[in-house]
């Protein structure tokens, strides 16, 4: 198996250094190590390229997202698998080598591997990722039939950081979705879990920052009601439920739900914004759905109680 670590990053030069030095120090090394600068302007692939020299290979790209920067680091890529890390995650020392030991106990049916994950920087995220989902683990090794299950239910056990992909699995069209600003990963997820089996180790061997100072970006941008959230999900769901896998089965209805909350969500920051027009477009959605204007008007307002019920001051 040759393997290949992608790590996008967008201005995140200490860190960036940092998760390179915890791909260095696997205790089974990875064949290359690719960095996609997204556009940085503090002198990020200057710093690596002085630390690493040719040992890294650094590609420049005008900033055009997460997405396209993973998916131009998956077409570099020369290995047979592909394993991605966030330039603010790290891997513990033994991630590789645990992974590769269950590629090899489980068989070869297995095109995605991931493992559990902690988090450092916030002391109220105790849990691990398989604690927070309720992936119950009760084996080292193990595999998952139907991935799409966890990703449907909101009980995702899956990190980015964590995987360790057959590339041939990633190639066009079935890469990332460059024109989503949010939920890239879970589409991939999804669209991957009909093409693959996936295996997973059960030990933390990714530690995420979750910091609370630490900049966002782009996820404290989509906290607000930023359209782009809404447009993202929904693009992410009508994709769904265009699949084969799909239409018909016991996911169709659950991501009709899902759709149609996205709606609602839209409709109600586009209201409170005062923006009729757009939201009564959403309406309009809502109603090729079936929901009628009465429907949707009750909806709307059971929403806002709950909402004022749940709020501090009550």
């Not at 040759?2 to 200490?14: G, L």
């Not at 690719?34 to 650094?58: F, L």
């Not at 047979?80 to 020392?93: E, Q």
């Not at 920051?269 to 959403?282: Q, S, T, Y």
Request: hydrophobic share 40%; net charge neutral; proline share 4%.
């Amino acid at each position: 198996m040759t393997i290949s670590a992608v790590i996008p990053t967008f201005n995140r030069r200490a860190r960036v250094l940092q998760a390179i030095d915890s791909v260095l120090a696997q205790t089974v090394p990875v064949d290359e190590i690719i960095v996609v600068d997204d556009g940085s302007t503090d002198g990020t692939a200057e710093a690596i390229e002085m630390k690493h020299g040719p040992s890294v290979n650094v590609i420049k790209l005008e900033n055009r997202g997460v997405s396209a920067a993973r998916n131009h680091g998956i077409h570099k890529a020369r290995g047979k698998w592909i394993a991605f890390l966030d330039s603010d995650d790290i891997w513990l020392p033994t991630k590789i080598q645990r992974q590769l030991e269950a590629l090899s106990a489980l068989g070869s049916e297995s095109g995605l591997c991931f493992t559990d994950n902690i988090f450092s920087g916030d002391p109220a995220l105790q849990l691990s990722r398989f604690q927070q989902t309720g992936f119950d683990a009760a084996t080292k090794f193990g595999t998952l039939d139907e991935p799409a299950e966890f990703v449907v239910g909101w009980r995702n056990p899956f990190v980015t950081s964590s995987m360790l992909v057959k590339s041939s699995l990633l190639q066009d069209p079935y890469g990332f979705d460059e024109a989503l600003v949010i939920g890239e990963d879970v589409d991939l997820i999804f669209r991957l879990g009909f093409r693959t089996t996936f295996c997973f180790v059960a030990e933390q061997l990714v530690q995420m920052d979750r910091d609370p100072n630490r900049d966002l970006g782009l996820e404290k941008l989509l906290a607000t009601r930023d359209d782009r959230r809404y447009d993202s999900i929904e693009r992410m769901y009508v994709k769904w439920l265009a699949m084969p896998e799909v239409a018909g089965t016991k996911y169709e209805q659950p991501i009709r739900g899902l759709l149609r909350q996205d709606y609602y969500s839209s409709v109600e920051a586009k209201l409170h914004e005062l923006r009729v027009g757009p939201a009564f477009r959403r309406i309009g959605r809502l109603r090729d759905l079936g929901d009628s204007y009465g429907f949707i008007a009750y909806m709307l307002l059971t929403r806002k109680v709950r909402k004022l019920l749940k709020s501090p001051a009550n």
